[in-house]
């Protein structure tokens, strides 16, 4: 069982990633995924969820308009678009998968909640 995000890199302010994270010996579309940032020094914070059932999405403010999760359960796999991006959204970034199945029916923001992770791969936007 293993989840493996990936696509992170160096950034200029303004810029654009899209992150992926693929799933291997389970199935992802039975649960919601979540994905977190950490930075140096500091907590690790989930920002978005997507549901497993319909799809719904839930963003933290901090990223809200900015960036878009998505999830393609044919692939196994999961995405992040990143859009307009900020120095302060330097961070190493993690999926995770929950088998809470839908966004709501849990704090997706804590990480406690989740049952498996990806290794995380690291942003940094920088000029």
């Known amino acids: 069982v293993q989840l493996q995000a990936s696509g992170g890199g160096l950034v200029q302010p303004g810029g654009s990633l899209r992150l992926s994270c693929a799933a291997s010996?389970?199935?992802?579309?039975?649960?919601?995924i979540g994905w977190f940032h950490q930075a140096p020094g500091k907590e690790r914070e989930g920002f978005s969820c997507?549901?497993?059932?319909?799809?719904?999405?839930y963003y933290a403010d901090s990223v809200k308009g900015r960036f878009t999760i998505s999830r393609d359960n044919a692939k196994n796999t999961a995405y992040l678009q990143m859009n307009s991006l900020k120095p302060e959204d330097t961070a190493v970034y993690y999926c995770?998968?929950?088998?809470?199945?839908?966004?709501?029916?849990?704090?997706?923001?804590?990480?406690?909640?989740?049952?498996?992770w990806g290794q995380g791969t690291l942003v940094t936007v920088s000029s």
């Open positions: 995770a998968a929950s088998a809470y199945y839908r966004c709501s029916g849990f704090q997706w923001s804590l990480k406690y909640e989740y049952d498996y």
């Open positions: 010996g389970f199935t992802l579309d039975d649960y919601a």
């Open positions: 997507i549901s497993s059932n319909d799809g719904s999405t």
